[in-house]
């Protein structure tokens, strides 16, 4: 018997393919179908947390076109009937500023790769919790920030 609970693993393996595929394409307005309105995504290495869209699409547009030709890898994604993990490399060049509210990465022109990790809760086939994770001496040290 099919209590939905496969449903919904599917769904939420979809949706995470679907984000994950749209990343850093500049597709915004696709990427934002996927976001609840009323957001709450923690970056854990800063302490920041974002509550809505608008806020969320700010930080996306402002990281992607500090790095114009980001890149990513994925390295594991999962879903259950309500949290999925996405786990991926990035890379690119910082040839812009990268702003969260407490922090900023200054343009290098270094090129970096780093590895992060995002823990989604979906409600309804929408992304409405998220805590980033990736290690921040690690990403200063890539892009060449000094201390």
Request: charged share 30%; proline share 2%; net charge negative.
């Amino acid at each position: 018997m099919n209590t939905g609970y496969e449903d919904r693993v599917a769904t939420n393996t979809a949706v995470m393919r679907k984000y994950f595929d749209l990343l850093f394409t500049k597709n915004m307005d696709q990427l934002l179908e996927l976001i609840a309105d009323d957001i709450e995504w923690r970056v854990i290495p800063t302490g920041d947390v974002f509550t809505s869209k608008g806020e969320f699409e700010r930080l996306a547009r402002n990281h992607w076109s500090a790095s114009p030709d980001r890149e990513k890898k994925l390295v594991n994604l999962f879903a259950s009937d309500e949290y999925a993990c996405l786990e991926y490399i990035t890379g690119g060049t910082l040839t812009g500023r990268a702003d969260f509210q407490t922090i900023s990465f200054e343009p290098t022109g270094r090129h970096y790769e780093f590895q992060c990790c995002f823990v989604f809760h979906l409600r309804d086939g929408k992304i409405d919790q998220v805590h980033e994770y990736f290690d921040l001496d690690t990403a200063r040290r890539v892009t060449g920030q000094k201390n």
